[in-house]
Nanobody
Framework: VQLQASGGGTVQTGGSLRLSCAAGRIFSNNAMGWFRQTPGKDRDFVAAINWNGGSTTYTDSVKGRFTISRDRSKNTVYLQMDSLKPEDTAVYYC?????????????????WGQGTLVTVSG
């Protein structure tokens, strides 16, 4: 089962993008997360959501700007990114968690998507 991330692109500072991750029914009861990575750096946690969407967690730098959500009927997780900044430029990865609860730790995720590039200019 693959995780298919999409929605990346180039946007100006202050703009918005919505990333999607098609996860498959097998992960419908798993926590899901988004991470991002820039060249030469580790993959960093961005946001996570628990199995039923009732609990979310974010890294401090995106709080108030990004929103993670999921539609279990579509087996899809979203990352709405608003007020984008140049420092948000990265490849964004979605991941399926080992369990039900949202986690910021990469070790808690067992399946990773292929990544989608977000570039914020200006």
């Amino acid at each position: 089962v693959q995780l298919q991330a999409s929605g990346g692109g180039t946007v100006q500072t202050g703009g918005s993008l919505r990333l999607s991750c098609a996860a498959g029914r097998i992960f419908s009861n798993n926590a899901m997360g988004w991470f991002r990575q820039t060249p030469g750096k580790d993959r960093d946690f961005v946001a996570a959501i628990n199995w039923n969407g009732g609990s979310t967690t974010y890294t401090d730098s995106v709080k108030g700007r990004f929103t993670i959500s999921r539609d279990r009927s579509k087996n899809t997780v979203y990352l709405q990114m608003d007020s984008l900044k140049p420092e948000d430029t990265a490849v964004y990865y979605c991941a399926a968690g080992r369990g039900n609860f949202a986690s910021s730790r990469a070790e808690s995720y067992v399946k990773w998507g292929q990544g989608t590039l977000v570039t914020v200019s200006g």
